[in-house]
């Protein structure tokens, strides 16, 4: 089991970066410096509002519009294949962008998001720089990585992406977190977990892998370096039990609310 002791809370903290790794960017021919989360420190998943973490927590996953957890390593959630709920005037700004079908726009049926187009380079390249834009507002927030996410929603497109227009889409993203100096976390999608250092991912941000029996996968790809949260306490008990001594495996509730369900192994 991984620590949980409040006298380590401090050493856990200190403990989450580890030497900086450098990178070759596309855009950025200098190699880049980015910190990697280590795999044996509590984390917490806030992507639906900040608050004081678990003492021993030294990772904590954020909206991007919120701010980081001072002394610990903190993750900006950005949702960069859908568009979030309430930002839907701010696309409608860029409605080319948005995927649609016969003229609406098509919907992810479970969070009512809007998906994004990422079926042509100038429309990804087009994607990538408002993407850009908040992942380097990531890095001047004092983030230390980013999570992009609904990386597999061509599986809720209607047959209209394919998975390689993601694939593209998401080497732009990687190569943008790594030019800011964060490092870019894959989200889900473990059926490409072995793709996903090509790609230019660092790191994993998995949901519910338990469940579906993916953490495996994830593991692998990324050196134990992978941050699970699971919304069942079946699968919860069964992530602790199989990985709590190896990853980072948080139970929340599936709003991921302030005051919602949050407990570690």
Same mark, same amino acid.
């Given at each position: 089991?991984?620590?949980?002791? $409040?006298?380590?809370?401090?050493?856990?903290?200190? $403990?989450?970066?580890? !030497?900086?790794?450098?990178?070759?960017? /596309?855009?950025?021919?200098?190699?880049?410096?980015?910190?990697?989360?280590?795999?044996?420190?509590?984390?917490?998943?806030?992507? #639906?509002?900040g608050f004081p973490p678990a003492p021993?927590?030294?990772?904590?996953?954020?909206?991007?519009?919120?701010?980081? %957890?001072?002394?610990?390593?903190?993750?900006?959630?950005?949702?960069?294949?859908?568009?979030? $709920?309430?930002?839907? !005037?701010?696309?409608?700004?860029?409605?080319? %962008?948005?995927?649609?079908?016969?003229?609406?726009?098509?919907?992810? #049926?479970?969070?009512?998001?809007?998906?994004?187009?990422?079926?042509? /380079?100038?429309?990804?390249?087009? %994607? $990538?720089?408002?993407?850009?834009?908040?992942?380097?507002?990531?890095?001047?927030? #004092?983030?230390?990585?980013?999570?992009?996410?609904?990386?597999?929603?061509?599986?809720?497109?209607?047959?209209?992406?394919?998975?390689?227009?993601?694939?593209?889409?998401?080497?732009?993203?990687?190569?943008?977190?790594?030019?800011?100096?964060?490092?870019?976390?894959?989200?889900?999608?473990?059926?490409?977990?072995?793709?996903? /250092?090509?790609?230019?991912?660092?790191?994993?941000?998995?949901?519910?892998?338990?469940?579906?029996?993916?953490?495996?996968?994830?593991?692998?790809?990324?050196?134990?370096?992978?941050?699970?949260?699971?919304?069942?306490?079946?699968?919860?008990?069964?992530?602790?039990?199989?990985?709590?001594?190896?990853?980072?495996?948080?139970?929340?509730?599936?709003?991921?609310? !302030?005051?919602?369900?949050?407990?570690?192994?």
């Open positions: 089991m991984r620590r949980v002791a $409040a006298v380590l809370a401090v050493a856990a903290a200190l $403990a989450v970066i580890v !030497p900086a790794s450098a990178y070759a960017s /596309p855009v950025h021919d200098r190699p880049v410096p980015v910190s990697l989360p280590t795999p044996d420190v509590d984390w917490d998943y806030q992507i #639906g509002g021993s927590v030294g990772i904590v996953s954020r909206d991007r519009r919120d701010a980081p %957890l001072a002394d610990a390593y903190n993750v900006c959630y950005v949702n960069a294949f859908q568009t979030q $709920a309430d930002e839907k !005037p701010f696309w409608r700004d860029h409605w080319r %962008l948005v995927l649609k079908k016969d003229g609406r726009p098509v919907v992810d #049926g479970v969070w009512g998001e809007w998906l994004l187009d990422t079926r042509t /380079p100038v429309k990804r390249h087009a %994607l $990538a720089r408002i993407v850009g834009r908040w992942t380097d507002r990531c890095a001047a927030d #004092g983030f230390d990585a980013v999570e992009y996410d609904n990386f597999d929603s061509w599986n809720r497109s209607r047959h209209l992406v394919r998975k390689a227009h993601n694939v593209a889409y998401a080497r732009l993203l990687t190569a943008r977190a790594h030019k800011a100096g964060l490092a870019a976390a894959q989200k889900n999608w473990a059926e490409i977990a072995d793709r996903g /250092p090509g790609i230019g991912f660092d790191f994993a941000v998995a949901e519910e892998c338990n469940r579906w029996h993916e953490c495996r996968s994830y593991a692998s790809a990324y050196d134990d370096r992978v941050l699970v949260v699971e919304y069942r306490d079946q699968d919860f008990a069964q992530g602790c039990d199989r990985w709590g001594s190896r990853l980072a495996v948080v139970r929340r509730d599936v709003n991921v609310t !302030p005051g919602g369900v949050n407990r570690r192994c």
